[in-house]
């Protein structure tokens, strides 16, 4: 079968499967075939059917987004970035996730915007945390991005009648109804005749679902060899409540009920025993984490917007924790979720010796893929999945060209990503989507946002509008 050849590639980041790690390569040639990576090093001499000219790009594996919620955060922007909510320590989560709310029509254009987002920098296998909606693993599907799909069910809903106390709404029979539906929805991904889905069990947070439901979730996911995912340890509200129900920290609950293992992804995790916020006595949550080969999704953007922020990347790392990195909520710009992993650390800890680079590019290659139990992606070598992204070395952000990772990372971000492939597929050409039209997906979130906008009163507690909870930026008037 003929290949697809990248010819003389100036930089690739290759794996080396003797010695476990990425390292550069200079000047080979990088070919694929049948969705499959068969050649990398110099001389590629068989069959072409596409070349590309590689002598300005660097080719790197796809990256892996291993949290990120889709078919809402898009319809958010412009909203949520500096609101405020001093009873919840600021956390967006209780006041305003309830009613800003997306619609069945708005899921699916919130849907197509992230992909699209992630695919233009460089995200070639996402985690989509979303309620199940009618259409949604077709949309993944045409968006040529590997995804994912995490159904999530909860027994219980927030709710605050006063915007600083958290009430819970118990509905154990919906939570099981919600896993059940979850079972299925994971069997048609990892059926589904694109061969590019797979499925997750996730249920939604720690703090509502019951110690049942969680551990008959964890069980079938290690029966099946799935990963399970929740969001724990995320908020100061979240871990006092759980040290009022059970009078220990999140994780040493979640160890108690037998849902920290090899399966396990813990959604944010920041707010650990060791956090100065909380107050703790003890200081266990880090080994345990690190004991029981559970990984991290650290996703640094959206808590850094409320002052929110890991103690440290690097702490965990050098406590043996597996890492993933995901963008949760909007920008879906995981180059700038790369970014700020690195600076929000280097901040907290006061110095720069916290990560490397490197720290960062493998949470976001082999961490993720081995959160995912995937040893076919997040590496570029053959046998490998052909998930290629390639960086323009000669755009204007990247040059001069010396370490071209970190000019990535630090400087250039998605204005350097030129083409990505998934599955040996082209999705990004020339620095544009080839799978969807972003145009008429972009227009459908608009009017999605704008009918979201008329409900907010009804929904908040204190039934502010939309204005009242997010002011603009500077007072509007009509032009003159």
Not at 244 to 250: A, I, L, Q, S, Y
Request: hydrophobic share 40%.
């Amino acid at each position: 079968m003929a290949s697809t050849v990248i010819r003389n590639a100036a930089w690739v980041v290759a794996w080396d499967a003797g010695e476990s790690r990425h390292v550069y390569l200079r000047d080979v040639d990088v070919a694929f075939e049948d969705g499959r990576v068969g050649h990398v090093g110099k001389g590629y001499e068989g069959p072409v059917e596409t070349e590309i000219d590689g002598r300005d790009r660097m080719v790197m594996p796809g990256l892996i987004n291993i949290h990120s919620h889709p078919s809402s955060e898009p319809l958010r922007k412009g909203i949520t970035d500096e609101i405020r909510s001093p009873g919840f320590f600021h956390s967006s989560l209780y006041e305003f996730l309830t009613i800003f709310n997306n619609d069945a029509e708005g899921f699916a254009a919130s849907v197509r915007v992230a992909m699209g987002e992630l695919l233009l920098s460089g995200v070639t296998t996402v985690v989509d945390i979303s309620p199940p909606f009618e259409g949604w693993l077709d949309i993944l599907a045409e968006s040529g991005i590997r995804a994912c799909a995490a159904p999530g069910f909860r027994a219980a809903r927030w709710y605050t009648t006063n915007g600083h106390a958290l009430s819970y709404e118990w509905d154990e029979a919906n939570g099981r109804a919600g896993f059940e539906r979850a079972q299925r929805i994971v069997d048609l991904a990892n059926q589904h005749p694109s061969g590019r889905l797979m499925g997750m069990i996730c249920p939604s947070q720690i703090d509502t679902c019951s110690a049942d439901l969680l551990r008959d979730a964890y069980d079938y996911a290690a029966e099946r060899n799935l990963p399970w995912q929740t969001h724990a340890a995320q908020s100061v509200t979240e871990f006092q409540e759980m040290i009022r129900r059970h009078g220990k920290t999140p994780i040493q609950w979640m160890e108690d009920i037998g849902v920290l293992g090899e399966h396990t992804i813990i959604g944010h995790g920041i707010f650990l025993d060791h956090h100065p916020w909380v107050h703790w006595s003890t200081r266990n949550d880090l080994g345990l984490i690190a004991e029981r080969g559970v990984t991290v999704a650290h996703c640094p953007t959206v808590f850094m917007r409320r002052g929110i922020a890991l103690q440290t990347f690097g702490g965990y790392l050098k406590a043996g924790i597996n890492m993933g990195i995901g963008t949760d909520t909007y920008p879906h710009n995981y180059l700038e979720e790369m970014r700020n992993v690195g600076t929000v650390a280097r901040a907290v800890a006061e110095t720069v010796d916290d990560l490397n680079t490197s720290n960062i590019f493998n949470a976001a290659t082999i961490g993720g893929a081995k959160a995912l139990k995937r040893d076919d992606i997040g590496r570029l070598q053959v046998g490998a999945k052909a998930d290629l992204v390639l960086v323009d070395l000669k755009a204007p952000s990247m040059i001069p060209v010396r370490e071209p990772l970190r000019s990535l990372v630090f400087v250039a971000g998605d204005r350097a990503i030129r083409d990505v492939f998934v599955d040996g597929e082209q999705v990004v050409r020339d620095g544009a989507v080839t799978t969807m039209d972003m145009e008429s997906a972009l227009e459908a979130l608009q009017e999605a946002q704008a009918r979201s906008m008329t409900s907010i009163p009804d929904l908040d507690w204190a039934g502010r509008t939309a204005d009242e909870l997010s002011p603009m930026v500077f007072e509007t008037r009509d032009g003159v």
